[in-house]
């Protein structure tokens, strides 16, 4: 009996570190993957489930999730507004992002490249992050004010040169371009930081080289800064890209997406038709579309980006 005994518990003696140490790492793992599921995965699902449904929990006489397929889907691709506000992005997040990428990759190099104190470079790459530090209602109003048909600063600075005045917020394609200022006055210093540490790293003994074979400044940036450059690049842009998606507080505090409907973005119409409309449906329906279409944008502009750098 004594060595039946013996030999079970050291089984049991063997078991249990075992067990201990398949469970250790669950252990540790496992609250962060409940809480990423609570609050990430479970919403997401929740709410592709409900893009499937109809519900207006909001209407006078409280109603619960009635399945209708994809009635949802089929209301937002014939619905002009939604194409609208798409034509919009596509308008704002393409040229709004461009100029901004392309603008702040210019002044990094001029930064870089032509002011030669560092303390003046420290001083105008501060300058450049303090309007990132602004929360953006506040930004939005600061717009708002300088762009008022009346009193507002820009145009009476055009009135200076005998202008008189144009008509800002009062428009689709001028109230979409006041958006695409004011989001670039405070988010040039983003790219900007990013590639002017990207030139910063770039080894200056590369430059060195190219300059004793006689290679000119067009040529240096050419065959050395640009290919050096081009994932940060591509990072600033989808970066802007994703805020661009996002973009909300600057266009409900300056236009509202007026005059009428013609500013606005598909975010602020998800808006209107989740929490004005209180349709939560269709809001969701609105939501996955945008949202996927936002990937497949960014997986074929980062793999354009990838396929230019091994051409």
């Known amino acids: 009996m004594s060595t039946i005994r013996d030999s079970l518990q050291e089984r049991i003696a063997v078991r249990i570190p075992i067990r201990r140490e398949k469970l250790t790492p669950l252990l540790l793992v496992g609250p962060a993957l409940v809480t990423v599921f609570l609050v990430t995965i479970g919403p997401m699902l929740w709410s592709l489930w409900l893009s499937f449904n109809r519900w207006t929990p909001a209407s006078i ?4 999730p009635t399945f209708t397929g994809v009635e949802n889907f089929v209301w937002l691709f014939n619905d002009g507004r939604f194409w609208n506000s798409v034509a919009n992005f596509v308008f ?14 210019a002044l990094a190099l001029a930064l870089y490249n032509y002011v030669e104190r560092r303390s003046v470079r420290i001083g105008l790459l501060t ?35 005998g202008s008189g005045g144009l008509p800002w917020l009062q428009s689709r394609w001028l109230g979409l371009t006041s958006l ?31 300059r004793v074979n006689g290679a000119s400044r067009w040529m240096q940036f050419r065959r050395i800064t640009l290919p050096q450059l081009r994932t940060l690049i591509a990072i ?35 808006y209107i038709v989740g929490f004005s409309s209180f349709n939560i449906g269709r809001a969701a329906a609105l939501t996955w579309v945008i949202g996927l279409g936002s990937i497949v944008t960014m997986l074929l502009f980062w793999r354009f980006m990838n396929t230019e750098g091994s051409a």
């Open 180 to 210: 695409m200022i004011a989001d670039t006055w405070q988010w040039v210093g983003l790219p900007l930081l990013i590639i002017y540490g990207g030139r910063a790293s770039i080894p200056e003994s590369m430059y060195e080289a190219a």
């Open 236 to 270: 600033a842009f989808i970066l802007r890209f994703m805020d661009a998606y996002k973009f909300f507080d600057k266009l409900f505090i300056m236009t509202r997406g007026g005059p009428g409907t013609q500013t606005e973005l598909p975010t602020f119409y998800t």
């Open 127 to 161: 300058l450049f992050a303090v309007p990132m530090m602004i929360a953006p209602l506040v930004a939005g109003r600061i717009w708002q004010l300088l762009f008022l048909p009346g009193g507002g600063a820009v145009n009476g600075i055009l009135g200076m040169f």
């Open 92 to 105: 704002y997040g393409g040229v709004g992002v461009t100029i901004q990428v392309l603008l702040g990759t």
């Open 61 to 64: 006489t409280y109603q619960e």
